[in-house]
């Protein structure tokens, strides 16, 4: 589902607002956005009982949950396009999730052996393929 807006105004933090709301499937608590004045007069008439916080610092937890792919951007910004960029990406965040497992209740020893099992089938599928 697309959550990109073209624009910035009531409209269409309202429409935001509803999809979000249609998969979150109920109302949260609390609303932290930034300091756009739209997302306020949006949550007014969509969810007036729900507390709204816009400030600077209290978005960070959402927005550093972006910061590996930055950085992955950032480096390759030698591409020449965007599109060739997105099908470099793509590829590159399927091949990486094969070898960099979640680590989320895992030891070390289980990540290492997920990744040495992973670089076994890559190897094997890199000798059929040659």
Same mark, same amino acid.
């Given at each position: 589902?697309?959550?990109?807006?073209?624009?910035?105004?009531?409209?269409?933090?309202?429409?935001?607002?509803?999809?979000?709301?249609?998969?979150?499937?109920?109302?949260?608590?609390?609303?932290?956005?930034?300091?756009?004045?739209?997302?306020?007069?949006?949550? *007014?008439?969509?969810?007036?009982?729900?507390? +709204? !916080?816009?400030?600077?610092?209290?978005?960070?937890? %959402?927005?550093?949950?972006? =910061?590996?792919?930055?950085?992955?951007?950032?480096?390759?910004?030698?591409?020449?396009?965007?599109?060739?960029?997105?099908?470099?990406?793509?590829?590159?965040?399927?091949?990486?999730?094969?070898?960099?497992?979640?680590?989320?209740? *895992?030891?070390?020893?289980?990540?290492?052996? +997920? !990744?040495?099992?992973?670089?076994?089938?890559?190897? %094997?599928?890199?000798?059929? =393929?040659?």
């Amino acid at each position: 589902m697309k959550f990109v807006q073209i624009h910035r105004n009531t409209k269409a933090a309202k429409r935001l607002l509803t999809r979000l709301l249609k998969k979150q499937g109920m109302a949260p608590k609390r609303m932290i956005t930034d300091k756009l004045r739209s997302y306020g007069a949006a949550k *007014r008439q969509i969810m007036p009982n729900v507390e +709204h !916080r816009s400030h600077k610092g209290l978005n960070n937890r %959402a927005e550093n949950s972006h =910061l590996p792919f930055r950085k992955r951007e950032r480096v390759r910004q030698g591409f020449r396009s965007i599109g060739s960029l997105q099908h470099f990406v793509s590829v590159f965040s399927a091949v990486r999730n094969l070898f960099v497992p979640s680590h989320i209740n *895992r030891s070390a020893s289980q990540i290492r052996k +997920h !990744r040495l099992q992973a670089i076994a089938e890559w190897n %094997a599928a890199s000798r059929r =393929l040659a």
